[in-house]
């Protein structure tokens, strides 16, 4: 199948008279007819349900389809993006282990790296998007347990040498954890490139319609754990009588491990009605991830035509930062986030953004309308100037997320806010 028909059928397929639309199993437990079937289901929790704290009939559905959209072994949904993110890292770094990320990517992301895991004694190595493969090389260190970057970074709109950083971590024996949140696989698959792992903040473009905050995990099941540096993946789970993840569950032992451990643990797994509202979105990604495109490139030729902007960022866009990259790997557009800096700074561009009508201010992005962000007074609100600038983010910067309506409204809007500035 190709990708627009998956995003329709993948998942779920009813069987003689069944619902046609995938139903919202809306139960917190599954009812055995003996003893022994309960105690079968937790010797191998893989074949049946036990409980919607980590599995649910309808997410499962939701979870093979977006696996099926990455390219990967199995996926496992979460309650939201963050969530995705620290269970990612928590699945095989421990405190006293260390990871590198990339530091252009999401302000969330920063702060649980660089302060909420720190706490927990798991030491985040920032390096820079654009660093050399020498550099990156070099970042390193004995307890380094994987390698994290965002295909299109939120909101620096870098785009990741996926290939490149694959390598280093490979050459190291660590996997490449790549957030896709902005490309979806609609634009982009990082497993094609050499990812292992890939995240996704649902709540953007997958959802679109901003109903559901949630997040989810793909395992491409090609990393080979067994190198000796994942005892946690290799030697027996205490807490699931002994199970050794990559011996018994081969075809995907990441994944595996996230939701019998973690998620049985931490709990942040999504509610079937969230899933649902996701899977409607996921039914027309392709649709739209098109129509954001071809929107986002006429506004972001707008914007640069203006001349009252230093610069705009649209990898698609020829000259734009990342334009090389993007061709590589992002041929078909680089979604509807656009980010551009104003002329004049902080506060031109508050004034820019309250003299906006139609495009709201709001803390979203990649949602069905469109919608502007400061991302310096709001989203890295709490970042230093270094790390702001480390994350590309300049006070006259602004996050423009072009959305579904008519171009033609969308940049009469942006016309009569330039006027005012
Ligand atoms: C929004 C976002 C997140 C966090 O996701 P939530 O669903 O808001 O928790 C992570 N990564 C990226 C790239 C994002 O845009």
């Known amino acids: 199948m190709k990708i627009e028909t998956k995003c ?16 919202i ?7 055995y007819d003996s003893t022994d079937d309960v105690a079968a289901v ?37 309650s939201s993006g963050q969530a995705a993110s620290l269970l ?3 699945n095989i770094c421990e405190a006293g282990d260390s990871f590198i990320a990339s530091s252009s990517i999401y302000g969330g992301t920063i702060n649980l790296f660089g302060f909420t895991l720190k706490r ?23 307890n380094t347990k ?54 996704h903040s649902t709540s953007k473009y997958m959802d679109g319609h901003a109903v559901q905050v949630g997040g989810v995990i793909v395992d491409s099941g090609k990393f080979d754990w067994t190198s000796g540096k994942f005892p946690c993946m290799t030697e027996p789970d205490e807490s699931y009588h002994g199970i050794v993840y990559t011996e018994k569950y081969a075809f995907a032992p990441y994944i595996v491990k996230a939701r019998m451990q973690l998620m049985r643990d931490f709990g942040c797994y999504p509610a079937a009605n969230s899933s649902f509202l996701l899977n409607l979105g996921l039914e027309t990604l392709p649709v739209r991830m098109k129509q954001y495109c071809e929107n986002a490139l006429k506004v972001a030729k707008y914007i640069k035509d203006t001349g009252k902007v230093e ?9 734009s930062k990342g334009h090389e990259l993007a061709k590589k790997y992002l041929p078909n557009g680089t ?17 820019f953004m309250d003299s906006l009508k139609l495009a709201s201010n709001e803390v979203h992005v990649a949602d069905i309308r469109t919608c502007v962000l400061h991302p310096a007074s709001a989203t890295h609100r709490q970042l230093t100037d270094e790390q702001l600038v480390a994350a590309g983010i300049d006070g006259g910067l602004i996050r423009l997320s072009v959305g579904l309506e008519n171009v033609e409204d969308i940049i009469a809007d942006l016309e009569g806010a330039f006027a005012k500035i």
């Open 8 to 23: 329709l059928h993948e998942g779920y397929t009813p069987k003689n008279g069944e619902p046609r639309v995938m139903p």
């Open 25 to 31: 199993v809306q139960s917190t437990t599954y009812v």
């Open 42 to 78: 937790f010797d191998d929790p893989t074949k049946s349900l036990i409980y919607s704290r980590f599995e649910n009939p309808t997410t499962d559905c939701v979870e093979k389809k977006i696996a099926a959209l990455e390219g990967g072994a199995a996926a496992m949904c979460t």
């Open 88 to 90: 990612a890292i928590l």
């Open 120 to 142: 927990m004694g798991i030491e985040c190595i920032w390096v820079d998007n654009g660093c050399s493969e020498e550099e990156l090389n070099a970042a390193f260190k004995p």
């Open 146 to 199: 994987a390698v994290f970057g965002e295909t299109l970074a939120n909101p620096a709109l870098t785009v990741l040498d996926i290939e490149m950083w694959a390598k280093a971590a490979h050459a190291h024996g660590v996997p490449l954890i790549v957030d896709n949140t902005f490309a979806t696989p609609i634009l982009c698959r990082p497993i094609e490139w050499g990812a292992d792992i890939v995240i």
């Open 311 to 319: 610069f705009v960022t649209y990898p698609a866009l020829e000259g």
């Open 335 to 351: 979604s509807g986030v656009i980010s551009f800096s104003i002329k004049g700074g902080r506060n031109t561009a508050v004034k």
